[in-house]
């Protein structure tokens, strides 16, 4: 159990993608990006046979990560509320 999969993007550009496994989890969420509507902040999740793509996007930046079905919702998304934290203390630290 672990989050194999995370990303960070603006739209459909990727700013930042890391995987743990070596299959087509990139290629996935590179679709599941394309799908998202532009305008709304929001969380959500999708099903892909036994792995789990959570989003969560604010301010324009989209924030995903694949986990194991078996990793439940509640510790992948304060996982991308912690990748939120982190890049909203980065932009104050630099202003």
């Known amino acids: 159990m672990a989050i194999l999969h995370a990303l960070v ?7 930042h993608d890391f995987n ?7 290629a996935i969420s590179r679709r ?3 799908k998202l509507l532009a ?3 929001f969380g959500l999740c999708f099903s892909q ?7 969560l996007r604010a301010d324009g930046l ?3 990560c694949m986990a194991n079905d078996t990793f ?3 510790i992948p998304f304060s ?3 912690d990748i939120q934290t982190i890049r909203d203390l980065g932009r104050y630290i630099y202003i």
């Open 49 to 55: 046979d036994r792995c789990i793509f959570h989003i």
């Open 9 to 15: 993007a603006r739209g459909t550009v990727v700013l």
């Open 32 to 34: 599941i990006l394309v």
């Open 20 to 26: 743990i496994v070596s299959d087509n989890t990139s």
């Open 62 to 64: 989209t924030f995903l």
């Open 72 to 74: 439940g919702r509640r």
């Open 79 to 81: 996982y991308l509320e």
């Open 39 to 41: 305008k709304a902040d």
